[in-house]
């Protein structure tokens, strides 16, 4: 599983906060932040205490990225089949 969460980044510009001001808002530690920051999942709890202290939906934060089909010539080397994810707006 794959998730996005450029829309709680952008979110954050549109509302001029910083990734710590929400840390601090929320009380969600450095690692949960750094583990979104790399499109891992975090618990619902999270998203949870995100959405309520940003007063929003949890649509409005992240996104679902679906594997797509390897690009024929993709050459990673692990020949299994797998899928790539992309993370766009």
């Not at 952008?10 to 929400?22: E, G, H, N, V």
């Not at 999942?41 to 998203?47: D, E, F, N, W, Y």
Request: with cysteine; proline share 3%; hydrophobic share 35%.
């Amino acid at each position: 599983m794959a998730l996005c969460y450029k829309k709680l980044w952008k979110l954050l510009i549109d509302r001029d906060m910083t990734r710590a001001d929400l840390r601090e808002a929320t009380g969600v530690s450095p690692a949960t932040f750094a583990k979104m920051s790399k499109g891992e999942p975090v618990g619902v709890g999270i998203l949870d205490r995100i959405c309520e202290s940003l007063q929003c939906n949890i649509g409005d934060i992240v996104d679902h990225v679906p594997e797509t089909h390897r690009i024929q010539g993709d050459n990673d080397g692990d020949n299994l089949g797998g899928g790539q994810r992309t993370c766009q707006m």
